[in-house]
Nanobody, 122 residues
């Protein structure tokens, strides 16, 4: 069993930065890929980024490539999402998720956090 709690969201201006954190409980955290997804109002949940359980590989949606960076600290059961050069279109609820493999498909993730709101004003 893995429980995930996101934090770090907020209201920022375009061009600002935010760092989201996802704290996980459960002994299997270090063996799971960790992903970030986001959902804007009235839209489907979409893939943002994922990192493998070793932290050695990461994949990004084209829309965030070069601006967002995912990292993980297995010793502290935490995954981070550093978001730079934020744009109004990044506004969404951001969710972290844990799953057995690194994938863009949300249905392949076993555990989800409750989400944290990120709002970027223009």
């Amino acid at each position: 069993q893995v429980q995930l709690v996101e934090s770090g969201g907020g209201l920022v201006q375009a061009g600002d930065s935010l760092r989201l954190s996802c704290a996980a409980s459960g002994r299997t955290f270090s063996r799971r890929a960790m992903g970030w997804f986001r959902q804007a109002p009235g839209k489907e949940r979409t893939f943002v980024t994922v990192i493998g359980w070793t932290g050695g590989s990461a994949y990004y949606a084209d829309s965030v490539k070069g601006r967002f960076t995912i990292s993980r600290d297995n010793a502290n059961n935490t995954v981070y999402l550093q978001m730079n050069s934020l744009k109004p279109e990044d506004t969404a609820v951001y969710y972290c998720a844990a799953g057995p493999i690194s994938t863009m498909r949300p249905t392949r993730y076993d555990y989800w956090g409750q989400g944290t709101q990120v709002t970027v004003s223009s």
